[in-house]
């Protein structure tokens, strides 16, 4: 995980080798003005995600009557049927998983090859390369999305989950590589001179050695990589037209249009959404924490 | 970097030392990214020449996309709108995060609590983000309640039908969300900061402020520059949450140049016009993007 999460590259060397002053380190002091900053700081931050909640279990005729900003008056789960029934988040949801999934495993799986072919072989302008596939993935999508759509149309996947899977894939490869590419240059050299010795090739290395050991900065893209695809709307809306096709977040929008009164049903199909990239979250904090920091912060 | 074996007879073409599996490996990653990331983007820039529907041929008309740009309101407003953007989102975010991790950079079980609350949002996608705030901001939503409840009924508004405040309302939206992703950048930095300094400056005399500028912020100048190209960068890419929650309007006035874009190219069907308004976008871009790997490509020496 270390290679994950480096100390900050900003302090300069010469000053983190001088010697520390002889100095006790100042217990933290308990002081209370941090909670009372901080606990109504923590309370506004969490108020969007309550109200929603309150507003998607309330039954329609409590909001209509009282307002999108009472409190609770009646306790319904009406929502959450509507929502995920007639309003086809169910199916959505479905189709994201599906979507996610693949691509999470596809990307990955690419990167990976990718990442132990440029870090642990002489390849000519290896760096060259790397730092190629990293710019790919820094471009605004927006210079891709015209092409992308004729391209997904003139090769026949068109509207399918496919397109989306591949482009996602296409256009997260880059990131990854880049970050395994650097988890797996540290490797200790040690150990593939001995499975060399055992007369490994590299195709033994790679799968016996290489991708065990990466465990865990594949688990920290794994988490990072599950809710950037999982939450994209702009590649969803590029390749897919059938309504039935869409995943969750552009289903949602329509949600929107078609229950444009029924704030509850809205809401419910909201926290929904936001059901499985919380539970990704919860399970996976530590990753997803240095996930958030790979790339970022070398 | 080599685990190359220094094999005893020196080969000397490079290309012959790698293995086949090898090549097959680096190869196919790097054809489906050339495939579905440089060749549409190469694309994109001979598009911007040309006046397109999508179904006919694209007709060359040279410059005329830009020049078309260069008188177009709504273009003009989307890159105001844009610059507006980059300084309030990505100022306030870096703000707020900044000043979120140097409070929160302590141990102890209550701010490991803050920390995940203040993180949260950023497991909901853009997008859900937008509707969440869109019941926020509804017109008897919770915000104007509040208002209403502290007796401040002249500030209640149409928060985002509202031309004057709409942008900024989706900006707070998108900074709601940004927040705590620039806090766990800054609290791995801080962690990197040598506390002894800050010590010693204490004992001589320096108060918080002074300390926290002098000594504290050189030492997060790397995270400061990644800081920087990512928050530009983002802000140049935001789409979602304005799709989401206003789709450009009330009157294109909270029209960002990526949500102009896709309406020009899937709601109206102006492909050219649309690719035109993509390089624009990636014009401004690319000099943050340079500057990201470069600093990337120094970590990889």
Not at chain 2, 155 to 172: G, N
Request: charged share 10%; hydrophobic share 55%.
């Amino acid at each position: 995980m270390s290679a994950l999460a480096p100390p900050a590259a900003g302090a300069p060397a010469a000053v983190r080798d001088r010697p520390a002053p002889r100095l006790r380190r100042p217990k933290p002091a308990r002081s209370p003005w941090l909670h009372v900053a901080m606990v109504p700081v923590t309370l506004l931050w969490l108020s969007p995600i309550v109200f929603v909640l309150f507003v998607a279990i309330r039954s329609y005729d409590d909001i209509a009557g009282r307002g999108l900003g009472a409190f609770p008056a009646s306790f319904s789960l009406d929502g959450f049927a509507t929502a995920l029934t007639e309003g086809g988040v169910l199916r959505s949801l479905g189709n994201s998983v599906l979507v996610t999934v693949c691509a999470v495993v596809a990307s990955l799986a690419l990167s990976s090859f990718a990442a132990y072919a440029l870090s642990r072989f002489d390849i000519p302008f290896r760096r060259t390369i790397l730092l190629t596939m990293l710019a790919g993935n820094l471009l605004p999508p927006q210079i891709l999305l015209v092409p992308v759509s004729s391209i997904t149309e003139a090769i026949g996947i068109g509207d399918t989950l496919t397109a989306l899977v591949v482009v996602q894939v296409g256009f997260g490869i880059g990131f990854y590589t880049f970050v395994l590419h650097g988890f797996m240059r540290s490797l200790p050299n040690e150990v593939f001179e001995a499975a060399r010795l055992d007369g490994a090739g590299p195709g033994g290395i790679f799968w016996r050695i290489v991708l065990p050991l990466s465990r865990p900065s594949l688990a920290a893209l794994a988490a990072l990589a599950t809710t950037w695809i999982f939450n994209d709307l702009i590649w969803a809306m590029t390749v897919l037209r059938t309504e039935a096709k869409f995943p969750i977040t552009a289903a949602l929008l329509n949600l929107q249009g078609g229950f444009a009164s029924a704030w509850n049903v809205v809401a419910a199909g909201a926290l929904i959404a936001a059901v499985p990239t919380a539970i990704v979250f919860f399970l996976f904090q530590k990753q997803f924490v240095s996930g958030l920091l790979v790339g970022a912060n070398k | 970097m080599s685990a190359q074996p220094s094999t005893a007879t020196r080969r000397p073409n490079r290309f012959a030392r790698v293995p086949l599996l090898v090549w097959a490996f680096l190869l196919v990653p790097l054809v489906v990214e050339l495939f579905w990331v440089f060749w549409p983007a190469a694309n994109s820039f001979s598009l911007a020449l040309t006046r397109w529907d999508g179904i006919g041929l694209a007709e060359p008309v040279g410059l005329q996309n830009f020049r078309d740009l260069a008188a177009d309101p709504i273009f003009l407003t989307a890159l105001q709108n844009n610059v507006i953007w980059v300084l309030g989102f990505g100022g306030l975010s870096v703000v707020g995060g900044l000043a979120l991790a140097v409070t929160l950079n302590k141990p102890g079980p209550m701010v490991s609590i803050y920390r995940s609350a203040i993180y949260l949002p950023m497991v909901v996608s853009l997008a859900v983000s937008g509707l969440f705030w869109r019941v926020m901001y509804a017109p008897d939503g919770p915000i104007n309640g509040t208002l209403g409840l502290l007796g401040l009924e002249h500030l209640e508004r149409q928060w985002l039908a509202d031309p004057t405040v709409a942008l900024w309302a989706v900006l707070i939206a998108a900074v709601w969300r940004q927040v705590g992703y620039i806090m766990v950048l800054y609290l791995a930095g801080l962690k990197g900061t040598d506390g002894s300094l800050e010590e010693a400056a204490a004992v001589d005399g320096a108060n918080a402020w002074q300390r926290f500028w002098r000594i504290v912020m050189p030492q997060l100048r790397g995270v400061n520059m990644v800081v920087f190209a990512v928050t530009v960068i983002d802000s140049l890419r935001t789409f979602d949450i304005v799709w989401a929650m206003t789709r450009g309007g009330p009157y294109n006035e909270t029209q960002l140049l990526s949500t102009y874009m896709f309406q020009q190219a899937f709601t109206t069907g102006n492909l050219g016009y649309a690719s035109a308004i993509a390089v624009v976008i990636f014009a401004l871009a690319i000099g943050f993007i340079i500057t990201y790997l470069a600093r990337q490509a120094r970590t990889e020496d």
